[in-house]
């Protein structure tokens, strides 16, 4: 099989592709490589992903192999990380979510925001939140952290008010 000048490249691109449209808001991070005959797969999703949302990164999968021929297998890694852990990748990263530094926001604003969430689980609001986590997503911005209460994933967005 021809892969042009450039195999990671040629990776990347297809990926890149698969991804477009199919991108969870739960993704961290994805990468790929190619690993002998078998291109390897890897998304990182955050704990509040979805059966639903790690089915989109599966058809991303089946959409890049679909560009290979038939001696080629691919590999498809999923795996759920906690707010506070920095996903792993493999050699090219074709998708990182924006993640902004919660820790700079006022020390006042951090503890509204921590103490401020919604827990679908509990059914109830301001259980708080350990390990936030603050990212952007389709021109949004939101905090995700773990339920103090029961250990869900919650995800809050936070509105930019304007004075
Ligand atoms: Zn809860």
């Not at 679909?66 to 707010?83: C, R, S």
């Not at 604003?109 to 301001?126: G, L, P, T």
Request: aromatic share 10%; charged share 35%; glycine share 4%.
């Amino acid at each position: 099989m021809n892969f042009g000048t450039d195999i990671n490249e040629f990776l990347k691109s297809s990926a890149k592709r698969a991804l477009r449209g199919n991108t969870p808001k739960s993704l961290r991070k994805a990468s790929i490589e190619l690993n002998d005959k078998e291109v390897q797969w890897l998304c990182v999703l955050d704990l509040s992903a979805t059966e639903d949302d790690v089915k989109n990164c599966a058809v991303a999968g089946t959409e890049i192999i679909a560009d290979f021929t038939w001696e080629y297998g691919i590999n498809q890694m999923f795996e759920k990380t906690q707010p506070n852990e920095k996903p792993r990748a493999l050699k090219n990263i074709v998708y990182q979510r924006l993640e902004r530094n919660f820790k700079e926001r006022d020390l006042e604003e951090q503890e509204w925001i921590s103490e401020n969430n919604y827990c679908v689980k509990c059914k109830k609001a301001d259980t708080g939140l350990n390990y936030p986590i603050e990212y952007e997503f389709d021109e949004k911005i939101y905090v995700d952290g773990i339920c103090k209460l029961c250990g869900t994933s919650c995800s809050t967005e936070i509105k930019i008010e304007t004075e």
